[in-house]
């Protein structure tokens, strides 16, 4: 039976309860060397792609910005072209949203980037059905919820039409002419629908991947079964390796029912890693990372996030609170509130009563990613049992730390499973699409 290769992808650690940003040794989340240096070091580390996440409006809670949000938010395709420049082999991707953009836009960003990159640009789909963020646009948050999905797929298909009108040899070089551009071979768009009506050229040829490679997070059944018809690969926070596996199962079932190699849908979920010599030392370690994530405020904040209502006075190393969430409570912008918070503080205090947790412990068990913690050994013989036993095709890592933060992974553990026969040697091909074994 042949051996199942590992991919990897860095998330850049930015504005998230993840990011000990705090820390002392954590760096600038705005300096362009930070990038760099998290760009390079996952490239070192052969990775697949580093990945940026976006955020269109700062978060706030109870009235005032969210404080993990005041570091900035820098513009992606700005970041990732000029990572372009520096890097050579890794894929470039980042979340862009389809509810506030428009289709001929997105699709020359990208195509420029996919040139600018040499064939490895990969986008992020997402969408959005919240009015707080919209209000940072002209036109608001005017899609109700069951709208975005729709109003992404019509997104994606004329961003498509655009990536496919110039006919191969639209670009000629000639000894008489130089390079010009044979408008017969120039297609126009046209595309009538709900939420776009496009007539137009595009403004330059696809990039070397003809599109970029896409990438997709929604986990309701209408993001799965988009992420099955039109994701290269998909993100999940389905950590255990039973969740996993089902997940997995299920994402590939959804594409093989839509015609598609399911092989050809790669499957990604979000992990972190601490790394130590022995194993009660990386437990430790991982614990006080998780206290750093998770401060008292902290906590209280994220429980008052499900909750709805204002729990300032409740001690974060005490109890869960005796009072109901509210079911319509909206002390948080910005963030998606659970459907039936009712319901989520009935399954929390289930939880905090068979392990006797205060509410900080509770919200570090129930914010936690896929960790593994252990030595550098434990490590890649646990990433590589979960590729091998079809829980995923491999990890977004997610440091805690910016910059330095993929360092000791990449200087220890990527050796291990190279020895191992389970991560590539070297980069095979040059562009996103062959890293992850998608074909030219």
Known sequence: MSRRPIHLAAHFPGVNNTTVWADPDAGSQIEFDSFVHLARTAERGLFDFLF????????????????????????????????????????????????????????????????????RAGWNIVTSSDAFTGANFRRGGFLDHGDRYARAEEFLAVARKFWDSWAPGAVRADVDHGVYVDPERIGSIEYSGTHFDVRGFAALPAGPQGHPVLLQAGDSPTGRAFAARHADAVFTLHASLQEGQRYYADMKGRARSYGRDPHRLKVFPAATVVIADTAAEAQDKAWHIRRQQVSGATAIAMLEQVWGRDLSGYDPDGPLPDVDPVADGAISQGRVRHADPVAL????????????????????????????????????????????????????????????????????????????????????????????????
């Open 345 to 440: 503080a009935r399954r929390y205090r289930e939880l905090a009563e068979a392990d006797n947790l205060s509410i900080r412990e509770l919200v570090i068990a129930v914010t936690s990613r896929q960790q593994f913690a252990g030595t550098a050994a434990h490590i890649a013989d646990e990433m590589d049992r979960y590729v091998q036993a079809d829980a995923c095709d491999g990890f977004i890592l997610v440091p805690h730390l910016t910059p330095r933060g993929l360092d000791e992974f990449v200087d220890r553990v990527v050796p291990l499973l190279q020895e191992r026969g389970a991560f590539r040697a070297e980069y095979a091909g040059t562009t996103l699409r062959e890293h992850l074994g998608l074909g030219a």
């Open 52 to 119: 940026l996440a976006e955020g269109l409006r700062l978060r706030e809670h109870r009235g005032r910005i969210y404080d993990l949000d005041v570091v900035g938010r820098p513009d992606t395709f700005t970041v990732l072209a000029a990572l372009a420049a520096v890097t050579d082999r890794i894929g470039l991707t980042g979340t862009i949203n389809t509810t506030f953009n428009e289709p001929f836009e997105v699709a020359r960003q990208f195509a420029t980037l996919d040139h600018l990159s040499r064939g």
